[in-house]
């Protein structure tokens, strides 16, 4: 039979850790709301308030307007679970840097989700994935991956300029 010296010793030590584990998964939730962004968690992909980039409504949509304009077709794909589109709806797309220069692409988005078909075709398997295609959907160039303002920029520049080459040789 235990003592109650050591029955008593041992209720604050539960005590600390159960407090403890409650602050752990407090500071957790907390972390994933600052993080993410608990409005988001449950919403759509759907283009931040902030943002003034003029999405397409939809991917032939944007093929279609590119047929139109020549711009090539800058294609979002992600899905409403991923982090880190998330953060590129909330800090990328509504730079205004950004803003600008997406006026010289038709804009478009693919949640993976609700168009497997679509990202199947480009083989895509990571997200966030960008990809910028001509009118007739060939694929110019992408990139994997969340990418702040500045390095989402110089993508932007790339791909125009490797289409350009394209066209040229």
Known sequence: MKSQSTTRSARPKKLLVLAGLGALITGAIVLDAAVFGASNRTGSRATNPASKVSWQPSFAAALAASKSSGKLVLVDFGAKWCGACRQM???????????????????????????????????????????????????????????????????MGQATARANKQNTS
Do not use: C, N
């Open 89 to 155: 709806d909330e800090e990328t797309y509504p730079d205004a840097r950004v803003v600008a220069a997406s006026r010289g692409f038709e804009m478009a988005r693919v949640d993976v989700d609700e168009q497997p078909d679509i990202a199947a075709r480009y083989g895509i398997s990571s997200l966030p994935t960008t990809v910028w295609m001509r009118a007739d959907g060939h694929a110019v160039v992408g990139v994997v991956g969340s990418l702040e303002p500045k390095d989402f920029l110089s993508a």
